[in-house]
């Protein structure tokens, strides 16, 4: 779940990339990097574990500016050690020339792939899958760098949204059933890459289209080429992205994900009322527009009762259990006089593992609330995802375990509605159909992997 974001053709290249990665934070706070060509053409890497802010300095930046062409990266990992060695944008040199490349998403058959390259004397420099596709563009034999982006991609399987530069040819690539979105726009001629159109916004770039599954962009001196290499598959969208991922002011597969969110929260009033309740407050901040829908739907006031503090990262995609729990107790408080004395709708996206609802319920009945009600404005997450959630075993995931009953005394509320699979899906945009949701009904579109895991060793994001 990283953010990734690239452009050919602007003189300051490296500088918009930094700035849109700022708005692709949200989607990765481990570790933050650009790759950039400098005026005479030559590659190079600027990477730091930490946010944007911290790790990409603007006087580094400042020594690539002219080269025209950069990609940039915000890193998540889904399991795989947080690490510089697996910070990205990767670089390497090959015959070819350099390749360095961002990836958003996880391959499922990355140990088969490894173990393949490792067979044929491959030595790597990280735990990443995403590195596999580095050393596969380098064997590749096809003339161009869009075709050496495509044989290289036969046979690997899973979620990828690539931005890959070779030479001054800027490759963008998603895979054939479209796990992750990625956008394209365009900024005073120059061609940008985005994980979500918030980070067109921020640099003030014009939305032009979505990359669509099984596509590969090129972009080079001669213009903007597209191919479709691979067989058509069906499409399968990550549901979770507008569930929780995306930023609300992002405009993902097509449609909005506040308005997908807010539809969200509707269709859980309708589903879950709360008879009695005096308000409805979110957990913020990526449930606020589904409280705001539950409360228009319900008729209850919309009330903030949890104030977070926006200098904490968000708790989900912290690597550790530890840095989850640690990061609860500072990033939100709760206000004594909107919860005192009232019975009240906490609204949630999701419940994970648990342990953060459990903290935040006895934050609320501390300052005094006399019910609370919970409602997940997604169904129950009862499988792992192989495609770039941070969920890989089911002994994680609370819902999996526990029946509703039990799940509501483990978090301590007093009553606990989910909303359900099929209202989930017929409320996000072009739904109910083309949407991934293995996580929450075990349909998977692919095998599991066969050693799930190994997929521990890295995701790339």
Same mark, same amino acid.
């Given at each position: 779940m990283c953010g990734i974001f690239g452009l050919r053709g602007h003189p300051d290249a490296a500088a918009v990339t930094q700035l849109g990665l700022y708005s692709l934070q949200h989607r990765g706070q481990e570790s933050a990097g650009?790759?950039?060509?400098?005026?005479?053409?030559?590659?190079?890497?600027?990477?730091r574990m930490g946010l944007v802010s911290e790790g990409l300095l603007e006087e580094e930046v400042?020594?690539?500016?002219?080269?025209?062409?950069?990609?940039?990266?915000?890193?998540?990992?889904? +399991?795989?050690?947080?690490? =510089?060695? &697996? !910070?990205q944008p990767v670089l390497a040199r090959s015959r070819g020339g350099h390749i360095a490349? +961002?990836?958003?998403?996880? =391959?499922? &058959? !990355?140990?088969?792939?490894?173990?393949e390259l490792e067979e044929q004397g491959a030595i790597f420099q990280s735990t990443m899958d995403s590195e596999a596709i580095v050393h596969r563009i380098a064997r590749a034999s096809a003339r161009t760098p869009e075709g050496r982006v495509s044989e290289a991609l036969q046979g690997v399987e899973g979620a990828y949204c690539l931005l890959i530069v070779l030479g001054d040819t800027l490759v963008a690539a998603r895979d054939p059933r479209g796990w992750r979105p990625l956008v394209m726009g365009e900024l005073n001629g120059a061609a940008v890459f985005a994980s979500e159109t918030c980070a067109l916004d921020i640099v003030g770039a014009t939305y032009v289209r979505d990359v669509e599954p099984g596509e590969v962009v090129a972009v080079d001196a001669e213009g903007v080429r597209s191919s479709f290499p691979f067989p058509r598959q069906e499409a399968r969208k990550c549901v979770f992205e507008h569930v929780y991922f995306a930023r609300p002011d992002s405009r993902i597969f097509g449609g909005s994900v506040d308005r997908a969110r807010r539809a969200l929260g509707r269709q859980l009033?309708?589903?879950?009322?709360?008879?009695?309740?005096?308000?409805?407050?979110?957990?913020p901040d990526s449930s606020n527009s589904a409280a705001l829908g539950f409360a228009e739907e319900a008729g209850l006031?919309?009330?903030?009762?949890?104030?977070?503090?926006?200098?904490?990262?968000?708790?989900?995609?912290?690597?550790?259990?530890?840095?989850?729990?640690?990061?609860?107790?500072?990033?939100?408080n709760a206000v004594r006089e909107v919860l005192e004395g009232k019975s009240v709708v906490m609204v949630d996206d999701s419940i994970v593992r648990g342990t953060t609802t459990r903290g935040l319920v006895a934050m609320v009945r501390a300052a005094g609330a006399r019910e609370v009600h919970m409602r997940v404005s997604s169904a129950p997450i009862t499988g792992p995802c192989y495609y770039g959630?941070?969920?890989?075993?089911?002994?994680?995931l609370i819902a999996a375990n526990l029946s509703l009953e039990e799940i509501a005394h483990a978090i301590g509320v007093d009553s606990l509605g989910y909303l359900s699979l099929d209202g989930m899906l017929s409320s996000v945009p072009s739904g109910p159909t083309g949407f991934c949701h293995a996580c929450f009904s075990g349909d998977y579109p692919t095998p599991p992997p066969t050693d799930p895991d190994k997929l521990r060793f890295g995701c790339g994001c």
């Open positions: 650009i790759a950039a060509l400098d005026r005479a053409g030559e590659a190079h890497v600027m990477k400042e020594t690539l500016r002219g080269g025209g062409t950069a990609i940039g990266h915000t890193r998540y990992s889904t +399991a795989g050690s947080s690490t =510089l060695e &697996n !910070a490349l +961002a990836h958003n998403g996880n =391959l499922t &058959n !990355a140990t088969e792939l490894r173990f009033a309708r589903e879950c009322p709360a008879p009695g309740a005096d308000l409805v407050f979110s957990v006031s919309y009330e903030l009762a949890l104030i977070r503090n926006h200098y904490v990262g968000r708790t989900f995609i912290q690597p550790t259990q530890g840095d989850r729990d640690s990061k609860v107790r500072v990033k939100y959630i941070d969920t890989p075993n089911r002994e994680e």
